[in-house]
């Protein structure tokens, strides 16, 4: 199994704010190229939403895709935006992380299952 997570990230601004979340966004590349190991890799860049989501206001809305080596790198992803809220009030994200169901989840999956199903047929004719 491999050790990075992916994270899908929501990004939410006004557009007043738009044009200052750009600018910020253009530091934290260049610290990314300075330092690549400090923040998470893009599995898919940046996407405009075509569509609406619950829960998010009028914003113009963004979605990534992060592959997070270590908690760190998204702590460090995280900080850097908190620390821009300052001057871009509206600027939000949310991240949910993604897990891929392979194989030994499925196997673990169905094993418990099964043993779920023991018990109830236990219980049903021990009585």
Request: charged share 35%; aromatic share 12%; with cysteine.
């Amino acid at each position: 199994m491999r050790d990075e997570l992916k994270y899908l990230c929501f990004t939410e601004c006004s557009p007043e704010d738009w044009n200052t979340a750009l600018e910020r966004d253009k530091i934290l590349q260049a610290e990314r190229a300075m330092y690549p190991e400090k923040y998470p890799k893009y599995a898919i860049t940046s996407c405009v939403l075509s569509t609406e989501l619950p829960k998010l206001t009028e914003g113009l809305r963004a979605v990534d895709v992060y592959e997070v080596d270590s908690p760190e790198q998204l702590a460090n992803h995280m900080a850097f935006w908190d620390a821009q809220k300052l001057d871009v009030k509206s600027f939000r994200k949310w991240y949910i992380p993604l897990v891929d169901f392979v194989e030994p989840y499925t196997t673990e999956f169905h094993r418990q299952r099964e043993l779920q199903e023991k018990r109830k047929e236990q219980s049903r004719t021990s009585r």
